[in-house]
Structure formats: structure tokens, C-alpha cells
């Protein structure tokens, strides 16, 4: 097997430039669906999986939570992206001749500012990378698309504005997913792990103190449904430090006395993003 990363979108997507960035000189392979790109690393066909975890503009990506607990893939890396919306449109196309801008409803919503700035109306895609794509084969000097500079080199469109987006901090973070855990290393850690609590009171709570008496960072919890059930709630976080660190091993001993299930689902190097930006 290749290196070959798998990832889910088009070629020119936001989540292929990630690829690319986090694993230079491998191939990448576009997949319909988050599902897809989870199964052909599970069949062999892609040695990684790049899955979008979560935006800091438009919040948590619900898909990955859902499948990720019971996919059979570990968490082994983290990367961060930075957003960089283009204003892509055919060759021949200006500013001025622009009366339609296509792109995915989320990006739409982060250029809010071009749009008016220009007067143009906004038209919904399924994904950035598929407005390129659409624009391109269309052609014409009315439409635009809102998509990466990379789809706009896969497509053969112009760039005729960069950094389009209304906030400069517009970052996308992906888990990096693999059939293997992540091999041994040295340096600040990041832990992902899902739980599901009792059905007593102040279980969160009590659950969580652990991590609270044993001095252990916890950077991010999200809860959802299972199942539609109201009930039925699960848990995902992520902590700083590793299972096997005294303090992380003391918290996640206290969380399962509390919790119906614990489940580990990586832990890796913490980015350097992540470290640049601590404390801030």
C-alpha cells in the first residue's frame, strides 16, 4: 500500500489541502463521505483518514462524533488548517462582471462581507471544492466560486481575491485516524477518549472532578445524542496528557467509576498550533 491519505470531498477540497499540508509528497484520495473515508482506511486502501473534528467559526462537525467512537480506527495525530477563502471564477471573469457567488452554505456564511461588498448572490453547493468544479465546467464571467487557492490550481480558475473571509482566525481542526495507534513519542500529548455517565445525579460532575483534583487540562467536551434518545447522552473530550501519565490514569480511573463506558480513542503529539496558541 502507498502512502495515501484518504479524506472526504472533492480534489481542491479544504480537508486535501490538509492532507497535503500535514503529509507532504503522499498521494490523497477524495471519498463521498466521511464513512467512506473511514472504511478505506478499515479495508487497507488508504493508510490515514483526515477527518474534520471541528471549526473555531462554525463549531463541532456532528459526523465525526457519531461514527468515530465505533469506526475501529484510533486517533494518532491532530493538524490544524487555516481557512483561506479565494474568490474563483473563469478566466476572463472581474469583479465587476461577478453577479453569483456558489460555495458550501457554511463558507457562505464566512464571507458574509465580499458578498455585500460586491452585491452578489450567495447560491449553495454541496461543498467548496464541488463550486469550483461547477464554475469551471460552466465558464461564463458571472459566477464565482468561494473555494482553496489548491481548488482553484485543480480546476483551472482564476483567483481573483484572496483571504475573502469576514474573521482572520478561521481554522479548521481534523483528527488523523489510523487502524494502528499512534507510535511512541515524547512531548506534550493530547488524549481523545469518549464516555457515557450514570443515570444518577451529579454524575457529570462527579465524573469530571477527577480530572479537576488531579491537576489534568481538559480542552475540549462536547455532548450529543445516541440513537435520537433524549437519554441517551455520550460524551467526547479531549485532555491534555497521555493514559499513561499518573494524573491522566488517577482521572480516567475516577471518570469510569461514574461512567457506563470509557472509551480511549488515541492519543497523539499535541500540534504545534495548538501549542502556539495555549494560554491565549
Request: aromatic share 8%.
Amino acid at each position: 500500500m502507498s502512502n495515501l491519505i484518504a479524506f472526504q470531498g472533492l480534489p481542491g477540497a479544504y480537508s486535501d489541502l490538509a492532507c497535503r499540508a500535514a503529509y507532504p509528497g503522499w498521494d490523497t484520495l477524495p471519498c463521498p463521505s466521511f464513512e467512506a473515508a473511514m472504511d478505506a482506511v478499515r479495508a487497507g486502501e488508504a493508510k490515514l483518514a483526515m477527518l474534520p473534528c471541528e471549526n473555531s467559526l462554525a463549531g463541532r462537525v456532528p459526523d465525526i462524533h457519531r461514527l468515530l467512537p465505533d469506526s475501529g480506527l484510533s486517533v494518532i495525530g491532530e493538524h490544524f488548517e487555516r481557512v483561506e477563502h479565494c474568490l474563483l471564477a473563469p478566466k476572463g471573469a472581474t469583479l465587476s462582471t461577478l453577479k453569483r457567488a456558489h460555495s458550501h452554505p457554511v463558507a457562505l456564511g464566512q464571507v458574509r462581507l465580499i458578498l455585500k461588498e460586491l452585491g452578489l448572490q450567495a447560491v449553495i453547493e454541496a461543498d467548496t471544492a464541488g463550486a469550483a468544479q461547477i464554475i469551471a465546467e460552466r465558464g461564463g464571467i458571472e459566477d464565482a466560486a468561494i473555494a482553496s487557492a489548491l481548488a482553484a490550481e485543480t480546476y483551472g480558475l482564476e483567483i481573483l481575491r484572496r483571504n475573502v473571509e469576514d474573521a482572520a482566525h478561521n481554522t479548521t481542526r481534523f483528527y488523523i485516524c489510523s487502524r494502528e495507534k499512534a507510535a511512541p513519542f515524547r512531548g506534550p500529548c493530547i488524549t481523545t477518549f469518549v464516555f457515557r455517565v450514570k443515570n444518577i445525579p451529579a454524575a457529570l460532575y462527579k465524573a469530571l472532578g477527577g480530572f479537576a483534583t488531579n491537576g489534568v487540562n481538559m480542552t475540549k467536551l462536547e455532548s450529543y445524542m445516541l440513537d435520537g434518545e433524549f437519554t441517551a447522552t455520550q460524551f467526547l473530550a479531549d485532555v491534555d496528557g497521555h493514559p499513561d501519565d499518573a494524573n491522566v490514569t488517577r482521572a480516567l480511573e475516577e471518570l469510569a467509576f461514574f461512567s457506563r463506558e470509557v472509551k480511549v480513542l488515541g492519543a497523539y503529539p499535541a500540534h504545534a498550533y495548538r501549542l502556539a496558541h495555549q494560554g491565549r
